[in-house]
């Protein structure tokens, strides 16, 4: 015999609301729902693990991503939802090694391989210093719309160019984004920075680190998850046709 959920209950499990819940059928993220006579929404077993393998990937994976990936495997392409999950691990994995890139650097100011970076050819446009920070130019321009660093201008066109002292700057702002959420905060690391006073600094990038190492976790869990539900799912399937 087929156990039916209640949205309520399912809500009250993964402690979301209804409305939550109906969201993610709006979105198309689960299997057909199946209605009662009365109209009212039947939740079974397929449906509570979806449910359980979003809410677990909403934990580490950003809200895009796991729209599209259980989208994906709505639609039969699990191969692809599986790599979708496997390039952001590998982005993660590469922001570790940035994060733990920089902080080196810093913790050997002292020897100078920070102080001594160089910028060949003197300051940069912002696509070259948007690639040796590993971010977005969308990005740089933001922080430099919230002062938290300077460009100069080319004279020749007017293009944006960043020298070294800012690009050591967005090279700390990209690595601390996600652990240091207020402008002021980063201003006031910023100026640490450039009075080479780097306890604090060295302090918030292991916060970064170890923040990393949590959000890791968290996509692993979900991952977990999320395999759960695609071989049940496949089981769903075969039994419908």
Do not use: C
Request: positive net charge.
């Amino acid at each position: 015999m087929v156990r039916f959920y209640t949205p309520a209950e399912l809500a009250l499990e993964f402690n979301v609301s209804t409305t939550t819940l109906r969201r993610y059928e709006e979105q198309g993220l689960l299997p057909h729902v199946a209605r009662s006579t009365g109209g009212h929404r039947q939740y079974t077993s397929i449906h509570r693990l979806a449910f359980a393998a979003i809410r677990s990937m909403l934990a580490g994976f950003d809200i895009p991503v796991v729209y599209e990936v259980m989208r994906s495997i709505k639609d039969g392409e699990v191969t692809g939802a599986l790599w979708q999950i496997n390039q952001q691990l590998h982005r993660t994995q590469e922001e570790k090694i940035r994060v733990g890139n920089v902080l080196g650097m810093i913790q050997q100011a002292q020897l100078g391989s920070y102080q001594k970076m160089k910028t060949p050819g003197g300051p940069l446009p912002i696509g070259k210093t948007a690639e040796l920070a590993g971010v977005n130019t969308s990005a740089i321009r933001h922080w430099e719309k919230e002062g938290l660093i300077t460009s100069i201008r080319d004279k020749e066109n007017g293009y944006r160019l960043y020298d070294l002292t800012e690009l050591r700057k967005i090279m700390v702002i990209s690595s601390l984004r996600r652990t240091v959420y207020y402008v002021d905060h980063l201003r006031e690391l910023l100026r640490e920075l450039e009075a080479h006073q780097f306890e604090r600094i060295d302090r918030s990038f292991q916060l970064a680190l170890a923040k990393l190492s949590e959000r890791l976790q968290a996509q692993l869990e979900g991952v977990r998850h999320l395999m759960v539900y695609i071989e049940a799912y496949r089981e769903h399937i075969h039994k419908e046709h």
